[in-house]
C-alpha cells in the first residue's frame, strides 16, 4: 500500500471570455423556462463541476499524448507496465472495473467544483441578461438551399455571460511517490489546452472560451498534516509571480525546486 506523501493543491479563479454552458436539467416543463439550461446549485446560481473539469482536462491530454481510445471513446490502461509510464491513467486514474493489474493503482487527481464569484456579474451586466445570473441566447438552424429556418428549430439557450468569474477553482494532486512531484506540469499542460479549446458544451459555436488567472501553488507534506500545519496561506505559495498556466509550464522547473 503506498503511503501519501503529501498535497500538491493548485487554485486559480476560472473567467468566461464567451458565454459558457454546463448542461443542467431541461428547462422545458417550467412556465416560461429555456430548452437548454445550465446546471446550478441549490441556490440557483450556475456552477461548474469538478467532473466537468476533470474530464475535460483529461480527454485533451489523451489526444496530447496521443492515447488511443479502448473503452467507451476513453483511453485506459489494461496492465501494469501500461499503467506505470502512462502521462494520463496514472493522474487522472482508471476505472474501477478489475482489469490485468496485479498492483494498486491510485487516482492523483482530485478536482472541486467551482462556484459562481457573484460580485463578478455587475449591474451593467446584468441590465443585459434574461435572467437573474445567465442570459438566455436564441439559436435556431437554417435550411442552405432555402436560407430560411428550419422548421421547429427554434430553440433558446441558457449561458453563463462572458465577464463571469467562477472563484477559487481547486486541484489536489495526492503525491505517493517522489516522482509523482513531476507529474504537476501535465496538469498545467492541461489547463493551458482548456484555454485553448472550450469548456462546456458548444465549444465550435464560440461557447465556453475561458482562461484561468490568479493561479496560486501550495505543498503541503504529509508531516504538515501530522503537525496540523496545513497552509494555504499565500504568503506559503510556492509560485511567486507564476500565475497562468503558461508561465508554470514555462517555470515549472522553479516551482518543482521548491516543492522539493
Not at 42 to 57: E, M
Not at 130 to 142: G, R
Given at each position: 500500500m503506498s503511503q501519501l506523501i503529501g498535497k500538491c493543491i493548485v487554485q486559480g479563479d476560472i473567467k468566461t471570455l464567451t458565454g459558457l454552458r454546463v448542461g443542467g436539467t431541461s428547462g422545458g416543463l417550467?412556465?416560461?423556462?429555456?430548452?437548454?439550461?445550465?446546471?446550478?446549485?441549490?441556490?440557483?446560481?450556475?456552477?461548474?463541476?469538478?467532473?466537468?473539469?476533470?474530464?475535460?482536462?483529461?480527454s485533451l491530454m489523451e489526444r496530447f499524448y496521443q492515447k488511443q481510445p479502448n473503452h467507451n471513446g476513453m483511453h485506459l490502461c489494461q496492465n501494469d507496465s501500461d499503467y506505470a509510464g502512462c502521462e494520463v491513467c496514472k493522474i487522472w486514474g482508471i476505472m474501477g472495473d478489475a482489469r490485468n493489474f496485479n498492483k494498486h493503482t491510485l487516482t492523483r487527481l482530485l478536482v472541486k467544483d467551482v462556484y459562481l464569484d457573484e460580485t463578478s456579474i455587475s449591474s451593467d451586466m446584468r441590465?443585459?441578461?434574461?435572467?437573474?445570473?445567465?442570459?438566455?441566447?436564441?439559436?435556431?438552424?437554417?435550411?442552405r438551399l432555402t436560407g430560411t429556418a428550419q422548421h421547429g428549430s427554434l430553440r433558446q439557450i441558457e449561458r453563463v455571460p462572458a465577464g463571469a468569474v467562477f472563484k477559487d477553482a481547486q486541484f489536489i494532486l495526492n503525491v505517493f511517490e517522489k516522482e509523482d512531484k513531476a507529474l504537476l506540469k501535465n496538469l498545467f499542460i492541461a489547463l493551458e489546452l482548456v484555454e485553448n479549446d472550450y469548456l462546456g458544451g458548444m465549444g465550435s459555436r464560440g461557447y465556453g472560451r475561458v482562461s484561468f488567472q490568479s493561479m496560486t501553488v501550495f505543498w503541503n507534506s504529509r508531516e504538515s498534516y501530522i503537525n496540523g500545519e496545513v497552509s494555504l496561506d499565500p504568503a506559503r505559495k510556492i509560485n511567486d509571480g507564476?500565475?497562468?498556466?503558461?508561465?508554470?509550464?514555462?517555470?515549472?522547473?522553479?516551482?518543482?525546486?521548491?516543492?522539493?
Open positions: 417550467k412556465i416560461g423556462g429555456v430548452d437548454l439550461n445550465v446546471i446550478a446549485d441549490p441556490w440557483g446560481k450556475p456552477y461548474i463541476p469538478g467532473s466537468s473539469l476533470k474530464g475535460k482536462t483529461r441590465k443585459n441578461l434574461e435572467l437573474q445570473w445567465t442570459e438566455v441566447k436564441m439559436e435556431t438552424s437554417i435550411n507564476l500565475d497562468t498556466p503558461a508561465l508554470l509550464v514555462k517555470n515549472f522547473d522553479e516551482v518543482l525546486q521548491r516543492m522539493n
